[in-house]
């Protein structure tokens, strides 16, 4: 039964709550839900039966903004102002694109060539955050359209490789667009999910996803334990896919009809014509034999022999990448259990029978692979509404959690972005003789220094039996659970003294306070990185300061009086650097301090091994 939850401020009744699924893709996006009766994902589809809508942006002259279908038209006849690929910018510098700047037929800007892209459109500026916005926002209109209900609440589908600044630009472009972006999912993750995999929390599954979509493929390697997904590897092209086999049959036509390139070039019209020519031919070549079709007054003809002949060096490519993506899992073909296919260009049927037989069984391809994405997106947002109790939140942490060290410094257990549940433990010890608790502080956040993170909880581990310095391994084990609890441990390994508290970390940190964090600690990267180097010299130097303090009092008649003073001197000196605070200085001295004392160390060591020797009896 569903729940309906009334609102105090207005006194007016609340729907359950709507989550929906999007797949935010290349060149087409789309929404999906759980159907409220059937409990299935459905696509939500236009009037006109259309689920896909074309991720393209159309500016128009007099201010206006089309997007999808529309949008699309303009690819032609207005290219300078008509964006398409944005996915392909996202979070990307100019430099890491230069190289396909030819690809994309509008203006992308490069000012500071380590700077985010941005787009220009006449005289106005664009992000591919707030390009992908807009996108966004046109998918949450059409389905409070068609759902005659508010949207506010996504999932939404990256590829697997992007990283986190990809997934954060997204996220920001969710935000932008008015959507609550719940959780940002992996496509290949999505995609099993839609067919159920991994809804088992009892099977640990590997599965092989392949994404062959117009014009970008990848294929994940993912392995699902207990109802978590984890990405062994993932390989691919990003610019290889059913749009290289429509090239590739208009090559052929022009060949056959002794077309040269420039006549193409030069004629606009015939080139889209026979684009278009040709995928129609691939799609019917799907399921039929022998294609004929018009084109500027001519008849051009394919069979799929032919079809296959063209497209099969393509499908290799694709093949090889499956290869290299099981490698870097460590896997063989048979350690697949289930594959998965994704992207209208695995309707082809050579793609399918060489998927198939390369990891020599059936492949999942019932679901309409283009829908496929979307469709997992909802299967999680469902889950995320509570929904499907039975199944396991997939959750990653939002920032690095750890504790302070000497110095204050973050030493980091559980690295942000882990998923969650998670375990990290590391070994610790005391720093003075006889030291007997140790003080556990668990900090949140990338910045080096635990003063510029966030304070969650502190306690004093007690119980230490007392001990020289450096002796007790103190093990403080990290541990957050489903819920997003974390349960901090600190337990003495020579004694098995145990203390644990609990932590609450997901909560409390508003989504601006967790953006401003991680914007910081960009930010500050440099000047932590000297703060860390300063702080672990003066760790040392006083490290080194005390040990030979502690060396003098008990064997200063080993030392003669010229070497006493000079010890002395450089550790006065140490001190006084420790104070200034100059990092290479602070080396420096502790360089000198340590070249004073070797040679009587090395004599000690060398009266300790004869006293050994001497009292030794065989
Ligand atoms: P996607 O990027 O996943 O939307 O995939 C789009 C690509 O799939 C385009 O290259 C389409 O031409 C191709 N495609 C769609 N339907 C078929 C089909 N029935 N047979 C072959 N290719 C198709």
Not at 561 to 575: G, P, Q, R, V
Not at 593 to 602: C, D, G, K, T, W
Request: hydrophobic fraction near 40%; proline fraction near 3%; aromatic fraction near 6%.
């Amino acid at each position: 039964m569903g729940k309906i939850g009334i609102n105090i401020a207005t006194g007016s009744l609340q729907k359950e709550e709507m989550i929906v699924g999007i797949d935010l893709g290349t060149t087409n996006s789309l929404v999906a839900m759980i159907h409220p009766e059937t409990k299935q994902p459905v696509v939500l589809k236009e009037h006109d039966g259309n689920t896909l809508v074309p991720s393209v942006i159309h500016f128009g002259e007099n201010g206006g903004i089309s997007i999808g279908e529309d949008a699309k038209n303009y690819l032609i006849t207005d290219p300078q102002n008509t964006i398409f690929s944005v996915k392909r910018l996202m979070g990307k510098s100019y430099s890491d694109i230069k190289d396909y700047s030819s690809f994309f037929a509008y203006k992308i800007i490069d000012d500071n060539t380590e700077s985010l892209v941005k787009v220009r459109v006449e005289d106005k500026f664009y992000s591919p955050i707030e390009l992908s916005s807009f996108i966004l926002r046109e998918l949450k209109n059409r389905a409070e359209h068609i759902l005659k209900t508010p949207v506010t609440k996504a999932v939404i589908t990256v590829p697997a490789y992007f990283n986190d600044a990809q997934r954060q630009a997204t996220r920001d472009a969710g935000k932008l667009a008015g959507l609550d972006v719940l959780r940002i999912i992996n496509e290949p993750t999505a995609a099993s999910l839609a067919y159920g995999l991994g809804l088992d929390k009892s099977e640990t599954k590997t599965i092989a996803v392949y994404d062959l979509g117009g014009g970008t493929f990848d294929v994940s390697i993912l392995r699902i334990t207990g109802g978590i997904f984890e990405v062994l590897s993932t390989n691919g092209d990003t610019y290889l896919g059913g749009d290289d086999f429509d090239i590739a049959i208009v090559d052929l036509w022009a060949k056959q009809f002794r077309l040269t390139e420039e006549e193409l070039k030069n004629n606009g019209n015939l080139a889209q014509e026979l684009r278009l020519l040709a995928e129609n031919a691939k799609i019917f070549l799907s399921s039929n034999d022998q294609f004929t079709g018009k084109a500027a007054g001519e008849e051009f003809a394919l069979s799929k022999p032919q079809f296959d002949e063209l497209i099969r060096p393509f499908v290799e490519r694709t093949i090889n990448s499956c290869k290299h993506a099981l490698d870097d899992a460590k896997l063989t073909v048979t350690e697949i259990d289930e594959v998965v296919m994704v992207g209208g260009s695995t309707r082809v049927p050579l793609v399918k029978q060489s998927v198939a037989s390369f990891f020599k069984r059936a492949v999942h391809d019932d679901i309409n692979p283009d829908e496929v994405v979307a469709m997992g997106a909802a299967v999680q947002a469902d889950i995320l509404a509570g929904n499907n109790k039975d199944f396991l939140l997939l959750d990653i942490t939002p920032l690095s959690l750890g504790i302070e060290t000497m110095g204050g410094l973050m030493d980091v257990l559980i690295p942000r972005n882990t998923k969650i549940p998670s375990k990290a433990s590391r070994q610790y010890t005391t720093q003075k003789d006889g030291q007997v608790s140790v003080k556990i502080a668990v900090y949140q956040g990338e910045r080096d220094l635990v003063k510029d993170n966030r304070k969650l909880a502190e306690f004093s581990f007690s119980g230490i039996p007392a001990m020289p310095a450096g002796l007790p391994k103190v093990e403080i084990s990290f541990l957050i659970n489903a819920d997003g609890i974390l349960v901090v441990k600190a337990k003495e390994l020579r004694s098995g003294t145990e203390q644990s508290i609990e932590v609450k970390p997901q909560y409390g940190l508003t989504d601006a306070e967790v953006e401003q964090m991680l914007l910081d600690s960009v930010t500050y990267a440099q000047e932590d990185i000297r703060t860390r180097a300063l702080v672990e010299a003066k760790t040392e130097a006083a490290h080194i300061i005390d040990t030979t303090e502690n060396f003098l009092m008990k064997n200063k008649e080993m030392l003669s009086e010229k070497e006493l003073s000079a010890t002395k001197a450089s550790i006065d000196s140490l001190k006084q650097l420790i104070e200034k605070g100059d990092k290479d200085q602070l080396q420096k001295g502790i360089d000198e301090l340590n070249e004073i004392s070797r040679p009587y160390a090395e004599r000690l060591m060398d009266v300790a091994v004869r006293e050994a020797l001497k009292n030794k009896t065989i």
